[in-house]
């Protein structure tokens, strides 16, 4: 089976290498960060992730993002690692989800299973 592939975007440098390093260790390709939104969007059309990290603050590049690669799950990712928010595959809707630590993360994407919404949805 292949690893699943993910593309690192719009992180600050320590979270990018932190996140880096704990996909790896989980069994999952980091395919490519870039920072710059331009930039970005090309590597996620060229490559074609599986799922593509961004820091909670690029909200405005999920609906571009999804258009670049409509299969991949956009995760914006937070500074309070406890919350995340998720688009998965076919959705235009966040949702905001529990996970507690980024390997909690690493399994449900591995697993190609949707991660489990919070009754408060964002």
Known sequence: MPRPRVLLGSLEPIVR???????GEEGM??????????ALLL?????QPDAVVL??????????VREACPHA????WTRDEEVMEVVGPGSGEARRVDAPLP???C???????????SPDAA
């Not at 820091?55 to 571009?64: I, M």
């Not at 799950?73 to 914006?76: D, E, G, I, P, Q």
């Open 17 to 23: 290498i932190g996140m880096t390093a704990v996909l």
């Open 29 to 38: 390709e980091v395919v490519g960060a870039e920072q710059r939104p331009r």
């Open 43 to 47: 590597v996620a059309e060229r490559l």
């Open 55 to 64: 820091g909670v603050g690029s909200r405005d590049l999920v609906a571009r």
């Open 73 to 76: 799950t956009v995760v914006l």
């Open 103 to 105: 390997e909690d993360l």
């Open 107 to 117: 399994g449900a994407l591995a697993a190609g299973r949707a991660l489990s919404s």
